[in-house]
C-alpha cells in the first residue's frame, strides 16, 4: 500500500503547502527527517498483520483478513502554521481512496503533537482485505 | 476411552455429497464439502407422550425420527456452482442440486477418511441454503442442511 499511496501522493501534493517524499522518515543526529524537513509527508514501511476473519474446521482453510497499515508524518511550524494546512490534510487523508487495492475497509486518521515549537502530524491508513 | 478428535492431520470431520451411492469418496464426481465453520448431526427421536390415570408419571413411547444434518459453510465458487460439464454432483454443485431438490446420498466421516475410520450415511435433500454476505463479512457464507429421508446407516472405511 505504501507504493500506491506514494504514487500518488507524489503527484496530488507536488503543488501543495506539504509535498511528499519519497524516503523513509529515519532519524539523522537523533532527529527525525521530518522534523529537520518540516512540511515534508514521509511515508513509513507498511506493516501487516493477519487474524482469522471466519474459522472453519480444521484440514479447512481458514478465510483470513490481513490488516495493512502505513503510517505518514510532516510537521509544521506551530508559532507559524502554513496557510491551506487544512487543504493538505484532505488531500493526504483522501489518498486512501486512490490505492487501488481490494479492500473490505480502508480508514485513514491523524493525531498530533507539539514538540517545543514543532506540530508533528501523524497520519495513519489501515486498508483492510482478504488473505 | 478415546475421544474423537478432528484436529490431527488425517481425522478431519469431513461431508461428502454424492447424486449417487456413495461407495467410496471420488473427487472427480463427488462433493467434499469445503469451508465448513460448524457440522451438526441431529437424530431427533420422536416420542409419543401419555397419561393415565394410575399414574402420576407421563408414559412415553419412541417414534419416528427427524433426522437431519446442518452445516455453516464459506462458499467455494467450484463446489457451489460446479461447472456444468455433467451430471454428477460436483459438475452441476451445491445450488443446483438445492435448486432442482434433487435427491442427494451423504457420507459424514467424523474423524478421517482412512481405514478403519467411522462414518454415517444416508440420503436426503438440502434445505435451509441461504447464502448471505456482508460489509464486515466479505466473503459468501451460507447455512445448508440435508434434511434426511429415513435412517442414518453407520459403517466403518
Known amino acids: 500500500m505504501r507504493a500506491e499511496l506514494l504514487s500518488y501522493l507524489t503527484t496530488a501534493t507536488s503543488t501543495a503547502t506539504v ?19 518540516m512540511k515534508k509527508f514521509y511515508l513509513d514501511q507498511e506493516e501487516y498483520s493477519e487474524s482469522v476473519l471466519i474459522p472453519v474446521l480444521p484440514g479447512q482453510n481458514d478465510v483470513m483478513q490481513r490488516e495493512i497499515t502505513v503510517t505518514g508524518y510532516f510537521a509544521v511550524d506551530a508559532k507559524n502554521q502554513p ?7 484532505t488531500t493526504i487523508l483522501g489518498a486512501k481512496d486512490r490505492t487501488g487495492i481490494d479492500n473490505f475497509g480502508i480508514e485513514s486518521d491523524y493525531t498530533t503533537e507539539i514538540r517545543d515549537d514543532v506540530l508533528i502530524y501523524t497520519v495513519q491508513y489501515r486498508l483492510n482485505t482478504t488473505a | ?35 465448513m465453520q460448524n457440522i451438526t448431526l441431529n437424530n431427533g427421536n420422536g416420542v409419543f407422550r401419555w397419561k393415565q390415570l394410575d399414574s402420576t408419571s407421563e ?8 433426522n437431519q444434518v446442518s452445516m455453516n459453510i464459506v462458499l467455494d465458487s467450484a463446489t457451489f456452482f460446479g461447472d456444468g460439464s455433467g451430471e454428477d454432483a460436483l459438475s ?10 434433487s435427491l442427494v446420498h451423504f457420507r459424514l466421516y467424523w474423524s478421517g477418511t482412512g481405514s478403519g475410520d467411522k462414518y454415517v450415511s444416508g440420503t436426503g435433500y ?11 463479512q466479505p466473503v459468501w457464507v451460507s447455512p445448508l442442511t440435508i434434511d434426511v429421508a429415513g435412517d442414518f446407516t453407520p ?3
Open chain 1, 19 to 37: 509535498k511528499t517524499v519519497s524516503e523513509l522518515p529515519w532519524n539523522t543526529a537523533g532527529e527525525a527527517l521530518y522534523i529537520k524537513n
Open chain 1, 83 to 89: 496557510a491551506n494546512l487544512s487543504a493538505s490534510l
Open chain 2, 1 to 35: 476411552m478415546a475421544y474423537i478428535n478432528v484436529s490431527g492431520s488425517g481425522d478431519f470431520a469431513t461431508l461428502v455429497v454424492s447424486t449417487a451411492t456413495i461407495t467410496s469418496i471420488d473427487t472427480a464426481t463427488h462433493i467434499v464439502v469445503p469451508g
Open chain 2, 59 to 66: 408414559y412415553a413411547i419412541a417414534i419416528a425420527a427427524t
Open chain 2, 92 to 101: 452441476r454443485g451445491l445450488f443446483d442440486i438445492s435448486n432442482d431438490k
Open chain 2, 126 to 136: 438440502f434445505t435451509g441454503l441461504a447464502p448471505t454476505v456482508s460489509a464486515d
Open chain 2, 155 to 157: 459403517g466403518t472405511v
